[in-house]
T-cell receptor, first 114, second 113 residues
Framework: AQTVTQSQPEMSVQEAETVTLSCTYD???????LFWYKQPPSRQMILVIR??????QNATENRFSVNFQKAAKSFSLKISDSQLGDAAMYFC???????????FGTGTRLQVTL | GAGVSQSPSNKVTEKGKDVELRCDPI?????LYWYRQRLGQGLEFLIY????????KSGLPSDRFSAERTGESVSTLTIQRTQQEDSAVYLC???????????FGPGTRLTVL
């Protein structure tokens, strides 16, 4: 069974600064997908970024980037130039590649302060 | 439609009553998922539909929970004899065949008094 662990229940960052959210996972699969989802108070889950395990290059989407360490089973999210609109719950998620379901971590609540 | 829609947005019910939650996936998406999110928790997988294949029901917590899907369209999640522990947000997601990204609806917040 796959597990996803997010060890930071809450994080805070000042506007325009950089913050890194941590995620580790456990699996015996060699091919899989990793995701970061954002959930604002509206409850809508929004995909932030995804990483295919077979790709060595870290994924980047504008101000969002990941540090994917396959051997360490680590998948952290870096948010640069933080904005007030980035405040939300962030969930790390894992998919075995058969796309049967996503396994989620417990989330990190990100606060952005002025 | 433009995205996944769910109804109702909020549902308050009394313990012991049955409830039905609805999900309209994105048109053309063959896969549909239901997840449960308890307060302050991550999402728990409940059930997965893929085309005409038998659904993966491995996440359903008890036989009070059931779900149906008509072809590749609407799905309903039914909870019979609701309990207070069923209070949660129920999220639906759909996915296009050949792609791994799941698109989520806004969820239904269920409160069992």
């Amino acid at each position: 069974a796959q597990t996803v662990t997010q060890s930071q229940p809450e994080m805070s960052v000042q506007e325009a600064e950089t913050v890194t959210l941590s995620c580790t996972y456990d699996t015996s699969e060699s091919d899989y997908y990793l995701f970061w989802y954002k959930q604002p108070p509206s409850r809508q889950m929004i995909l932030v970024i995804r990483q295919e395990a077979y790709k060595q290059q870290n994924a980047t989407e504008n101000r969002f980037s990941v540090n994917f360490q396959k051997a360490a089973k680590s998948f952290s999210l870096k948010i640069s130039d933080s904005q007030l609109g980035d405040a939300a719950m962030y969930f790390c998620a894992f998919d075995t590649g058969t796309a049967s379901k996503l396994t989620f971590g417990t989330g990190t609540r990100l606060q952005v302060t002025l | 439609g433009a995205g996944v829609s769910q109804s109702p947005s909020n549902k308050v019910t009394e313990k012991g009553k049955d409830v039905e939650l609805r999900c309209d996936p994105i048109s053309g998406h063959t896969a549909l998922y239901w997840y449960r999110q308890r307060l302050g928790q991550g999402l728990e997988f409940l059930i997965y539909f893929q085309g005409n294949s038998a659904p993966d029901k491995s996440g359903l917590p008890s036989d009070r929970f059931s779900a149906e899907r008509t072809g590749e369209s609407v799905s309903t999640l039914t909870i019979q004899r609701t309990q207070q522990e069923d209070s949660a947000v129920y999220l639906c997601a759909s996915r296009q065949q050949g792609y791994n990204e799941q698109f989520f609806g806004p969820g239904t917040r269920l409160t069992v008094l």
